[in-house]
Nanobody, 128 residues
Framework: QLQLVESGGGLVQPGGSLRLSCAVS????????IGWFRQAPGKEREGVSC????????NYADSVKGRFTISRDNAKNTVYLQMNSLKPEDTAIYYC?????????????????????WGKGTLVTVSS
């Protein structure tokens, strides 16, 4: 059974850090582009970051550039999103998704185009 499971969300104060994990099972991560997305209450889904299957190409939304870092460990079948300097506007449910492609142009990836599998999300709340 193909599955993506996000973890690492929680409540954090502004300026704090969290590391999200996206663990995949049922398929080998090596051949998949992975994206992180988020959706805040009352807002549309936003593409946060994407990483190619090799990890050689990464892209970020302008709103998180310089604060978030995406990485992957194919041997552990896990993709990470390190989030630093968190702001209240980062509060959202964070999802990971997988596309059976070596890479996807950012303009498409950030919209979720081409994603084959989605996780159920993990909630991140940034508040004092």
């Amino acid at each position: 059974q193909l599955q993506l499971v996000e973890s690492g969300g929680g409540l954090v104060q502004p300026g704090g850090s969290l590391r999200l994990s996206c663990a995949v099972s049922g398929f080998t991560l090596d051949y998949y582009t992975i994206g992180w997305f988020r959706q805040a209450p009352g807002k549309e889904r936003e593409g946060v970051s994407c990483i190619s299957s090799s990890g050689g190409s990464t892209n970020y939304a302008d709103s998180v550039k310089g604060r978030f870092t995406i990485s992957r460990d194919n041997a552990k079948n896990t993709v990470y999103l390190q989030m630093n300097s968190l702001k209240p506007e980062d509060t959202a449910i964070y999802y990971c998704a997988a596309a059976f492609k070596p890479g996807i142009l950012w303009v498409a990836c950030q919209r979720g185009y081409g994603m084959d599998y989605w996780g159920k999300g993990t909630l991140v709340t940034v508040s004092s």
